[in-house]
């Protein structure tokens, strides 16, 4: 079992900057594919974000590419999620996921990840 909880979410205004953290627990954290996702009140939960388990490979939801920053510390078990320049529709609970690491793909979709953090919210106001 992977135990993630998420951290650093808040209320900011648009054009302003979050940093999300998730902190992992009960396995080796450089054996797992981490993930964010998003979702919003009535929406499914989308993709924001990955990073491979040696942090050398990222790949972003095109919503969010070139204002948010994935990154992780495998030292420190923790998962990152910069995001600048927030706009109104970044408003959603972030989740972030881990999976094994494992094959050349990136895992977009939600069933593809084995563990979950309970999600913190974001709530970026006009």
């Known amino acids: 079992q992977v135990q993630l909880v998420e951290s650093g979410g808040g209320l900011v205004q648009a054009g302003g900057s979050l940093r999300l953290s998730c902190a992992a627990s009960g396995r080796t954290f450089s054996d797992y594919d981490m993930g964010w996702f998003r979702q919003a009140p009535g929406k499914e939960r989308d993709f924001v974000a990955l990073?491979?388990?040696?942090?050398?490979?990222?790949y972003y939801a095109d919503s969010v590419k070139g204002r948010f920053t994935i990154s992780r510390d495998n030292a420190k078990n923790t998962v990152y999620l910069q995001m600048n320049t927030l706009i109104t529709e970044d408003t959603a609970v972030y989740y972030c996921a881990a999976r094994p690491f494992g094959g050349p793909y990136y895992y977009t979709g939600a069933g593809q990840y084995n563990y979950w953090g309970q999600g913190t919210q974001v709530t970026v106001s006009s």
């Open positions: 990073i491979r388990w040696s942090g050398g490979s990222t």
